[in-house]
């Protein structure tokens, strides 16, 4: 079992930076990848981003890519999504998850957060 808590959200104007963390804990959390995914409202669940559970690899989704940064800590047992020039289309819950394998779909992700609310305003 891994447990997930995600914090960090909050009201932001575009351009504005914000970064969140994803705290992970469980025996085995550690050896899980993790995930980055975001829900607009009236939307699906999109990928963001992923670390593998050593943070060795990363992985982004083309519409983040140079503007959001994922970084991890197994000894903090935390992730974190630094995301920078922020505009309106970011606006969504936030979401981590975990994965025995790095996966780009939410149905590869066996446990997840209870999410964190984002909003850029204009």
């Known amino acids: 079992q891994v447990e997930l808590v995600e914090s960090g959200g909050g009201l932001v104007q575009a351009g504005d930076s914000l970064r969140l963390s994803c705290t992970f804990s469980?025996?085995?959390?550690?050896?899980?990848?993790m995930g980055w995914f975001r829900q607009a409202p009236g939307k699906e669940r999109t990928f963001v981003g992923l670390?593998?559970?050593?943070?060795?690899?990363?992985y982004y989704a083309d519409s983040v890519k140079g503007r959001f940064n994922i970084s991890r800590d197994n000894a903090q047992s935390t992730m974190w999504l630094q995301m920078n020039n922020l505009s309106p289309d970011d606006t969504a819950v936030y979401y981590c998850?975990?994965?025995?394998?790095?996966?780009?779909?939410?149905?590869?992700?066996?446990?997840w957060g209870q999410g964190t609310q984002v909003t850029v305003s204009s």
């Open positions: 998850g975990a994965s025995q394998l790095p996966g780009f779909e939410e149905h590869e992700y066996d446990f």
């Open positions: 469980g025996r085995t959390a550690k050896d899980y990848a």
């Open positions: 670390s593998s559970w050593n943070g060795r690899y990363i």
